[in-house]
């Protein structure tokens, strides 16, 4: 497919280009304009609460625009299907841009028109990526109920907000977090175990990279059971206990994937970097919910700054080299990003 001259239409010659764009800069200003109003009191034109308007719009924002990147890029592999280009991605942005403008000015509208609004980004994509994977018969097929699923969580988000019930909106922020968090599992304990051997192999390296499948299946299974538990018993000692078994079965996953022999390749280690975090967010997790430990209540931003926002920008900036036929190697700009993220955690 001939590329635009124009920029504005060659944004759209991709899925990855508008999706991991907005995604980027969803970040860019999402997290210095909450930082204002965390320590200013910035005023926002939300009617939501600020703490809810940061987390909201970091998973439905910013994560999900990611997600949108990954899938519009992945499935046409995954099926055989020509990419997605054209007035498709301009819909799924246009819709995506409404969303962002109409919850920030959220008090000059009715609550039926954001929520209807916000929530049909998830539903165009997964009207987008649906056919060619049902057509297929792809095994990816059931990553289409993730959609839906994040779907129903900020459905529930929105309706909690509306009946001024901030316990159910952080409970469909847990859940949406969750559910999340199980994308990551499956998705990473894919292209991980994959991306290693392909980076061995270039420095002439005869190491195998295991990925055993019944640690794999308990990995999803894990996390599968923790989201269910969470939104049954969120923040139980059933939580807690939960999450210390899938932290355990997370840990043990990671040991097969030579995590110290990719030091050498930035583009390689970040991923490995966003999923440490998983195991050791969920420790964190299952500490406070089981005790009284002194870094236990960071367990949130480990989970989604640490393992979230780690791997969206891992996953980014390796299909942004990747599909414009460049190599495989970050610069020392990007590489200083990973490690400032690293820190951002802490």
């Known amino acids: 497919m001939s590329h635009p001259r124009g920029m504005p239409l060659r944004l759209f010659t991709a899925g990855f280009r508008p999706t991991f764009l907005a995604a980027g800069v969803a970040a860019a200003l999402l997290v210095p304009t909450w930082a204002l109003v965390w320590a200013f009191g910035l005023p926002l034109g939300s009617s939501w ?17 990611a997600i949108a990147g990954f899938l519009l890029t992945a ?39 954001v929520l209807v609004v916000d929530v049909a980004f998830l539903l165009v994509l997964a009207a987008l990526v649906a056919p060619p994977l049902l057509r297929a018969r792809n095994r990816n097929t059931p990553l289409l109920l993730v959609l839906a699923l994040l779907a129903a969580c900020n459905v529930a988000f929105h309706v909690a907000l509306v009946h001024q019930n901030p316990t159910a ?15 990551v599992t499956i998705v990473g304990g894919r292209i991980i175990p994959a991306f290693t051997a392909n980076a061995l192999r270039s420095c002439g390296s005869t190491a195998r990279v295991s990925a055993w499948r019944g640690v794999s299946a308990a990995a999803t299974g894990a996390m599968v059971l923790v989201a269910i538990v969470d939104v049954f018993w969120m923040d139980s000692r059933v939580s807690g206990g939960l999450a210390a078994v899938a932290a355990i079965i ?22 490995h970097l966003g999923y440490a975090w998983l195991p050791l967010g969920l420790a964190l997790k299952s500490m406070a919910l089981l005790g009284e430990f002194a870094l236990s209540a960071f367990w949130l931003h480990a989970l ?5 926002a780690t791997m969206v920008l891992g996953v980014m900036s390796r ?20 490690v400032l993220l690293m820190v951002a955690v802490l």
């Open 49 to 65: 609460p600020p703490t809810m308007w940061h987390a909201h719009e970091m998973l439905f924002g910013f994560v999900a625009a």
């Open 319 to 338: 299909a942004a080299l990747g599909h414009t036929g460049r190599p495989l190697v970050v610069d020392p700009l990007i590489s200083s990003a990973y």
């Open 304 to 308: 989604t700054v640490g393992v979230l």
């Open 250 to 271: 997370q840990a043990v996953r990671m040991l097969q994937w030579r995590t110290p022999a990719t030091l050498r390749h930035p583009i390689v280690w970040v991923l």
């Open 75 to 113: 499935v046409p592999g995954w099926t055989g299907r020509q990419g997605f280009a054209g007035p498709p991605l301009v819909i799924l942005m246009a819709v995506w841009l409404c969303g962002r403008i109409l919850i920030l000015s959220s008090a000059r509208w009715p609550a039926a028109l």
């Open 169 to 183: 909106a952080y409970h469909a922020i847990l859940t949406g977090i969750d559910i999340s968090l199980l994308l």
